[in-house]
């Protein structure tokens, strides 16, 4: 069994975005999901960016926008928006509350390094 909670897990900060790595490559023997639990202030957002592994976004907790290629849709708590391989994708909270959102990617990737040294990182 694995569990890790937020006040435990690492987390990636970024201008209106925190990322709580809850899951990752590395952290399993089977390597096959990576998880984050991420809050987006009003009016911020996550950069567009793509990778291999395919995700899904759950909205939890408020309003957003996700765009996914060339298509944007606005979300709420309790939507999901999947997100092919490889499609460049962007997420960004509107409205005055924030949105909070649970990705799953599969298989899974190393979400450490995406912050620091890849596409996230800013």
């Known amino acids: 069994m694995f569990k ?10 970024r201008p ?15 390597n096959n999901l ?14 567009p960016h793509r990778h291999v592994p395919e995700q899904a976004y759950v909205v939890v907790g408020g309003h957003g926008r996700i765009k996914v290629g060339s298509d944007i849709v606005d979300v709420k708590a ?15 909270a509107v ?7 649970v990705s799953i990617a599969v298989p899974a990737l190393d979400i450490e390094a995406m912050y620091d ?6």
Do not use: F, M
């Open 95 to 101: 409205g005055t509350e924030r949105l909070i959102y």
């Open 117 to 122: 040294t890849g596409q996230l990182k800013r």
């Open 78 to 92: 309790g939507d999901l928006v999947y997100v092919p391989s490889n499609a460049e994708h962007a997420v960004e």
């Open 4 to 13: 890790k909670g937020l006040s435990e897990s690492s987390k990636r900060i």
């Open 16 to 30: 209106g975005l925190v990322s709580h790595i809850l899951l990752q490559a590395g952290d399993t023997s089977s």
């Open 34 to 47: 990576a998880i984050a639990w991420v809050t987006v202030e009003p009016c911020a957002g996550q950069q």
